[in-house]
């Protein structure tokens, strides 16, 4: 009997991250579903009770995340990909940032995505075979004023998946960052996003579905030999 082929999946309960889960299980995929929320996590398991299996982990809490792995690597599944989606962004002069935002933004942003490639990379290189998509932001690729940490970090979780990519090709092991532009969700305002669309050559916001969409392409035949690319999906963004 063939083992289950799963994907670990962060942040998945808003945004691109629950896009991933509803995209990553359509394509027959099962999902480790790592979030803050348990009551999310526990609609998503509701949802998809075989294919959905939840973590109730704050990325920021070494304990919780070193639980989560330990139960994650002596699963007997195929580990196909780890999608280290996971985000937050503190806007503040840099000389008023509190050192406390700071750490939480490299904990999260760049910490927790170096802990989990590090902990799963033996099971993919005992499978010969694996994925690290690790999503990085155009902020990371060009100055970013009022969000320097931030920038710092997707910049850095930039390089570090090409470096992975570099030091694992040969075990068989790939690594993409995705490096979306501004992505509309339900919380932000209309006015805001229609002010914000007129800015971006294709005149309008990435929808969380669309990057979802590129992640299960990397998963798959199509997108297999991709590695240590950086997958601008900006709508022209960077360009201006």
């Not at 509701?46 to 304990?63: I, S, V, W």
């Not at 979802?212 to 297999?224: I, N, P, R, Y």
Request: aromatic share 6%; proline share 4%; net charge positive.
């Amino acid at each position: 009997m063939n083992a289950r082929k799963s994907v670990v999946i962060t942040g998945v309960t808003s945004g691109i991250g629950l896009a991933c889960v509803h995209q990553v299980v359509a394509a027959g995929f099962h999902v480790y579903g790592l979030a803050r929320r348990h009551d999310l996590l526990q609609k998503l398991a509701e949802t998809y009770p075989q294919q959905f299996t939840p973590f109730t982990c704050d990325l920021a809490n070494r304990g919780q995340l070193q639980e989560a792995v330990e139960m994650i690597r002596n699963q007997p599944d195929e580990l196909v990909a780890l999608v280290n989606n996971a985000g937050l962004m503190k806007i503040a002069d840099t000389h008023t940032m509190p050192m406390a935002d700071v750490d939480q933004e490299i904990e999260v942003l760049f910490r927790a995505p170096y802990f989990l490639t590090r902990e799963l990379l033996p099971k993919m290189i005992t499978q010969k075979s694996g994925i690290i998509i690790n999503m990085t932001s155009v902020a990371g690729m060009r100055p970013s004023a009022k969000m320097t940490a931030y920038a710092a970090m997707k910049a850095a979780l930039m390089h570090f998946t090409q470096s992975i990519a570099a030091e694992y090709a040969d075990r068989g092991i790939r690594a993409v960052s995705i490096s979306p532009g501004i992505v509309e969700t339900d919380l932000m305002n209309k006015v805001l996003m229609a002010m914000i669309a007129r800015k971006i050559p294709l005149k309008r916001l990435s929808k969380p579905e669309e990057i979802a969409k590129v992640v299960v392409t990397l998963l798959g035949e199509t997108g297999s030999y991709a590695t240590g690319s950086n997958w601008v999906l900006d709508g022209g963004l960077a360009l201006t």
